[in-house]
Nanobody
Framework: QVQLVESGGGLVQAGGSLRLSCGAS????????MGWFRQAPGKEREFVAA????????YYADSVKGRFTISRDNAKNTVLLQMNSLKPEDTAAYYC????????????????WGQGTQVTVSS
């Protein structure tokens, strides 16, 4: 069992930066692939970024590639999402997720989810 809690969301102007953090409980955190997803009102939850258990492999949606960076610290049971050059279209609730099987882009691969943190980018 893994419990996830996101933090770091907020209101930022276009072009600004935010860093999201996801804290995980459970001593098996280092064995999970981790992902970030987002969901805007009226839209499907979409993949943002993922990282494998060791942090040696990462994967990004085309829409955020070059602007967002995912990282993890297994000693602190934490996954980070550094978001730079934010755009109004990045506005959404951002969710951290853990997968016992992979670190892919499908939300169906993830077993555990956080409650989400809101990111709002003003133009």
């Amino acid at each position: 069992q893994v419990q996830l809690v996101e933090s770091g969301g907020g209101l930022v102007q276009a072009g600004g930066s935010l860093r999201l953090s996801c804290g995980a409980s459970g001593h098996t955190f280092s064995s999970y692939g981790m992902g970030w997803f987002r969901q805007a009102p009226g839209k499907e939850r979409e993949f943002v970024a993922a990282i494998n258990w060791s942090g040696g492999s990462t994967y990004y949606a085309d829409s955020v590639k070059g602007r967002f960076t995912i990282s993890r610290d297994n000693a602190k049971n934490t996954v980070l999402l550094q978001m730079n050059s934010l755009k109004p279209e990045d506005t959404a609730a951002y969710y951290c997720a853990a997968s016992a099987y992979s670190f892919g882009s499908s939300k169906y691969d993830y077993n555990y989810w956080g409650q989400g943190t809101q990111v709002t980018v003003s133009s």
